[in-house]
T-cell receptor
């Protein structure tokens, strides 16, 4: 089966610093990716998505980078705030109805 | 507006009992997903409904699991003869159309099988 993995299970950053959360995927046919944020006790919340015909997409304080050569996805959060503390998941869709989710990276922002 | 809601928020059941978990998607969303999230794990796809099409059940882990969606809206996930390994958070998500659209997740139902 497909796999989506994260390089680091936990990440701590100082408030105001930039955060980078990484994700590796294994299937070169994956053509759509999503980043989700999940706060404790809540369901995942969509942050940003990117299609494989792009290598960068920006949102509000977030940027997703896609490197298809090495099958790597990253989420950059600018000026990290305490409210950004959560678990971040990447998910890939190859085809059909299934999204494959990574195990998540826990981001802790230190005030 | 109202988001995706799920009930109950917590469910404790004895091994061998049947449970029903409910999902109310966002009005007008034609696609509905069920996922399972075990402690410290990512989301495991279970089943997908799109409009009146036959559901994609390929993620259901065993025949003890079933789901239905009535009238293209509310969905119920049923687990028969629950086992301890069924303990997890069950998440429902809906989206405006099939695939490639933002999925809006409910808060989940935490199922504990004792």
């Amino acid at each position: 089966g497909e796999s989506v993995g994260l390089h680091l299970p936990t990440l701590s950053v100082q408030e105001g610093d930039n955060s980078i959360i990484n994700c590796a995927y294994s299937n070169s046919a994956s053509d759509y990716f999503i980043w989700y944020k999940q706060e404790s006790g809540k369901g995942p919340q969509f942050i940003i998505d990117i299609r494989s015909n792009m290598d960068k997409r920006q949102g509000q304080r977030v940027t997703v980078l896609l490197n298809k050569t090495v099958k790597h996805l990253s989420l950059q959060i600018a000026a990290t705030q305490p409210g950004d503390s959560a678990v971040y998941f990447c998910a890939e869709n190859i085809s059909g109805n299934q999204f494959y989710f990574g195990t998540g990276t826990s981001l802790t922002v230190i005030p | 507006g109202a988001g995706v809601s799920q009930s109950p928020s917590n469910k404790v059941t004895e091994k061998g009992k049947d449970v029903e978990l409910r999902c109310d998607p966002i009005s007008g969303h034609t696609a509905l997903y069920w996922y399972r999230q075990s402690l410290g794990q990512g989301l495991e796809f279970l089943i997908y409904f799109q409009g009146n099409s036959a559901p994609d059940k390929s993620g259901l882990p065993s025949d003890r699991f079933s789901a239905e969606r009535t009238g293209g809206s509310v969905s119920t996930l049923t687990i028969q003869r629950t086992q301890q390994e069924d303990s997890a958070v069950y998440l429902c998500a809906s989206s405006l159309a099939a695939l490639r659209y933002e999925q809006y997740f409910g808060p989940g139902t935490r199922l504990t099988v004792t």
